[in-house]
């Protein structure tokens, strides 16, 4: 029952998003500023892991959210807004990152660890998984530009393989091959990183 | 999913972003109108888009008709844009001081509305206030932290010279319905016309982002913002 009326409610959303973007195509602002509402945030999210800056995120995303307004003519009504609007946003943080020569590599800055909701783990415990997240981030950060790109937006974006083909302008079969070989190359960087 | 992405996922959850800034009204307020039909283009959108491939070319631009076209064509009073491509040598970022700042004395905020023959916008908080005389009408500046804004009564004539090198990004905005314009993404110098009429640099400083915006018939220059999102934010707080 329950999951009926989450698939219900997740078909009325995208039924919605169409007549958003429907709307945004033919030129209404309110549509598109409800479009940006739902997205910006991930958009943000992606341009910081790849700029490394909040400023320049700021301004990649904002730039992004202008390019997609002049390109919407041209935007397919039935294809996912949110990706296409990430693709932008990573390509204008990329810009900013090669103009201020900053490294190739996202950004990946841990914050505290989350909350836990039930029984309070050890101190041990929660400095042994604080120790694992720290080793893997590093063993992602070593990974080249194009497999922490698709690990990003799978795992730190939660887009799904099909997002992931559009933000990353790959074919959906790529992005299953190109994340294989991905994890597998981080596999063996953590096998090579002492514990 | 497989150990190691149960393992990512957690780790995207504890990844360390800031906050998503509130992007759309920025955005809204910038953005063109379109429409489906093909239109001859209005006369203003040609001076427009003229002035912007102007700006683009680079190059000072010495002869006066052509600086008083592109102050006319981004519809700002009393502010003239330029673009060289070369800024003069790097100053620091202001140390906090009115004078040091170029900005006049430092006066009591129950005075600011007095200080100046115009009627003076006022950012929420505490700014200290100051006025200096040097342009008709005088010009009143407020600094909150390391933002500055600057008001001046707005004329046909200009008192605030840009100039800007070749990585400064310039966006046309709206504000409150008005015409505004953002420079970002690089320092730039600014030169002022004194009530004798000289073009003096202010040598203090190169300014980094800044909104310059027109309201009720005067020029306000909003300086030190990190993002269009939060020049706007503070340009709509002026009452």
Redesign the interface.
Known sequence: MHAQVTQTSSIAAQSDEGQLIAAAK??D?RA??QL??RH??VA??AA??VAGS??D???A??DA??KA??A??RFRPDAPFRPWLVHIAINEARNRRR?ASRRATLL???????ANAGAAPSAEAEAMAAE??AR??EA?GRLREDDQLV??A?????LSEAETAIALELRPGTVKSRLSRA?GR??TQ?EETPT | MTELEQRLTALGAVLEVPPAPDLVPGVLAQLPVRTRRRRRPARRTVAIALAAALLVAGGAMAASPTRHFILRALGLRGVQIERVPKLPSQHEPPPGSGVKLGIGHRIAPADARRAVRFTVLVPPGSPAVYVRHDVPGGRISFLLGRVLITEFRGTATPLIFKVLGPRTKVTQVRVDGGSGVYLSHAPHEVLFQTTHGEIRADRVRLAGNVLLFDRRGLTVRIEGTHALGQALALARSLH
């Not at chain 1, 990946?108 to 989350?114: D, Q, S, T, V, Y």
């Open positions: 033919a030129g602002q598109y500023g940006l509402e910006q945030a943000f999210r910081y892991l909040a400023a995120a700021e301004d995303t904002q959210c202008m307004w002049l919407l003519p103009g990946l800055r841990l914050g505290p660890g989350p694992d997240r893997l981030s992602v690990i990003a799978r795992y730190f974006l939660g994890l981080l596999h953590l």
